[in-house]
């Protein structure tokens, strides 16, 4: 229900953030309603003050007047040596908004990341060929008192390709790929409202996301062969509306076989909803 009034537009509050800001309040309405099974009344004042909890904080989340602090100075810099030809960004990391876009200029990967227990790492490897840039969060907590987070910028460099595995408690925000050179991307996340943005600059990038509570919107070019594979539980896509051809479980686009760039997506979710643009 929730799902439907949010894509009707009546509400404008995630029910992926409250489900998992208020993840605890769900254990303890089913643990009651197993206690209290032969009590209907009990069982079902439990779930009305349950559900009107979940709302309550929804409205609160949608007219709060809190947002993430804003920094453009970047705390994160590696220079992109003329000797690397690929590099490696594995990011572990809890409650994050988070943009990724290209650039263009002397630095490997350069920006800002809002969170001092976070530590960074660089290492080189095959004579000096390949970078490895680890995020990685000392403490992974997520402090419900400010549930969104902390946020993230950064820029990759569009000159050498891309490896780039994250595991991400929470996550929201813009992830643009276009203009990088990526051939895998492997997401973890638990919980949030994520767009990605993919890009034709390779021939082969491989997608494998497996996330709990998300909302995903993906964006290819229509230059691109595509192929989705969608799994999980209680999900809404609009793979079916693509008209697709439907092949071994996996949604194939009309180009595949004659692109130049193809990308597999492979997606298994528990809740939420899944979209594809092709632009």
């Known amino acids: ?24 309040l769900i254990l303890i309405a089913v643990g009651a309603s197993i206690v209290f099974n032969d009590k209907k009344t009990i069982k079902t004042l439990v779930w009305i003050g349950f559900f009107v909890i979940i709302i309550a904080y929804g409205f609160y989340l949608q007219y709060s007047t809190y947002r993430l602090p804003t920094n453009d100075k970047p705390n994160i810099s590696y220079q992109l040596d003329s000797n690397i030809k690929a590099a490696s960004l594995d990011l572990d990391l809890t409650g994050v908004d988070l943009k990724i876009n290209s650039s263009s200029d002397t630095d490997l990967l350069d920006g800002y990341i809002g969170n001092p227990n976070v530590d960074k790492k660089i290492d080189y490897l095959s004579n000096g060929e390949k970078a490895k840039i680890v995020l990685k969060e000392r403490v992974r907590r997520v402090n419900l008192r400010t549930n969104k987070g902390y946020q993230g910028n950064l820029y990759l460099s569009n000159k050498v390709i891309w490896d780039i595995d994250g595991d991400i408690g929470a996550v929201s925000g813009n992830m643009d790929f276009r203009d990088l050179k990526v051939s895998n991307l492997d997401l973890d996340f638990g919980a949030g409202d994520v767009k990605l943005l993919l890009g034709n600059n ?8 497996n996330a709990g509570a998300t909302n995903i919107n993906i964006v290819v ?20 509306d693509l008209n697709w051809n439907l092949v071994n479980g996996w949604y194939v686009s009309p180009n595949y076989e ?16 899944f979209d594809l643009k092709v632009e």
């Open 202 to 209: 390779v021939d082969s990038l491989n997608v494998d996301i």
């Open 258 to 273: 004659t692109s130049l760039s193809k990308t597999s997506i492979d997606v298994d979710m528990g809740v939420g909803n």
């Open 1 to 24: 229900i929730f799902l439907l009034l949010n894509n009707l537009d009546f509400i404008k509050w995630s029910v992926f953030e409250v489900a998992f800001d208020l993840w605890p």
């Open 221 to 240: 070019p229509k230059d691109l062969g595509v192929k989705v594979k969608l799994d999980g539980g209680l999900k809404r896509s609009n793979l079916k």
